[in-house]
Each structure stands twice: as C-alpha cells, then as structure tokens.
C-alpha cells in the first residue's frame, strides 16, 4: 500500500493529465453526452467526431480507479480529490451488464465499479450523481425546447 504523500504525488499526475486540451474538450462533451443505451454506447464509440472522447474518458477513470484497486494509490486520497469518476459510472451503471456483454469484457469497468462501492458513501453518491444528471438532462432538454420555441416565433 503506498502512502498518503506518494498517492498525493500520482494524484497530481493524473490531475496533470485531466489538464490536457484535447481531454479537457472529452470530458467537457461527456458531461453534456446524454448515454441514452448500450447501442447508443457502440455507436459513439464509432463516431469520427465523438468515439475518441468516449474512449478516452472512460478509459481514463477505469485506469485511474485501476491504481486505487491496485493499491497504487489510497482510497480516502482518491476520494478526497476526485468526483467525476461518479460522473463517468453514473452514465455506464445503469446498462453496466448489457455493456459488459456486447464487449465480452465481464470485468468491464470494474475498477470504476469496486472504486465506487468500496467507497463511504459511494452507492448513495452514485445514486443522487444519476438524479442530478437526469435533472440537469430534463433542464437542458428545456432550454433547447425554448429555443425551438424562440426561432419558430422569431420566423413566423
């Protein structure tokens, strides 16, 4: 197990990474990516535009919560510094098995999955994280309608 301050030191190498242009553009359009499906889920992750921002946010939590179930960095410093890995599970949770099966990958995930769980907290966390988004999605969904409603009165 390592210690508080050489997890602080990878923490803040991943954090370094986060930082990065084109993953700070992925996680930007992740939070915003309404996963309505696993063949939603395929299809983006084969879209020229966006694929590579899946693929690269999900791949880059799983790895990150990989060190803490590796023991390479503590669990409390993890959870103490990092939340959007509830971002992340909280869009892949709910279809989590029929994911895990397109792929053939059943440990798909599952470093997030164990990070999550084995955290105080953590299942009541991801549960009030995927209300939040299902309202930030109704609040978003709202706004566009208005703007529908705001060009259709604009050109009549």
């Not at 959007?84 to 997030?112: C, S, T, W």
């Amino acid at each position: 197990m390592t210690t508080k301050a050489e997890s602080a030191e990878l923490i803040l190498k991943l954090y370094d990474l986060r930082r990065e242009k084109k993953m700070r553009k992925a996680r930007e359009w992740f939070v915003s990516y309404a996963l309505t499906s696993p063949e939603d889920y395929m299809q983006t992750m084969m879209d020229p535009k966006h694929g590579a921002y899946l693929r690269m946010v999900t791949s880059y939590w799983d790895m990150a919560a990989a060190l803490v179930v590796q023991g390479c960095i503590d669990p409390e410093v993890f959870e103490a510094t990092n939340g959007e890995h509830y971002i992340v599970f909280a869009k892949i949770q709910p279809m989590l098995a029929e994911l895990r099966q397109m792929f053939d990958r059943p440990e798909g995930f599952a470093n997030l999955e164990k990070v999550i769980n084995a955290a105080p907290g953590g299942p009541e966390r991801l549960r009030k994280t995927q209300e939040f988004l299902k309202s930030l999605a109704a609040r978003q969904q709202s706004a566009a309608d208005a703007d529908d409603d705001d060009k259709k009165s604009a050109s009549a």
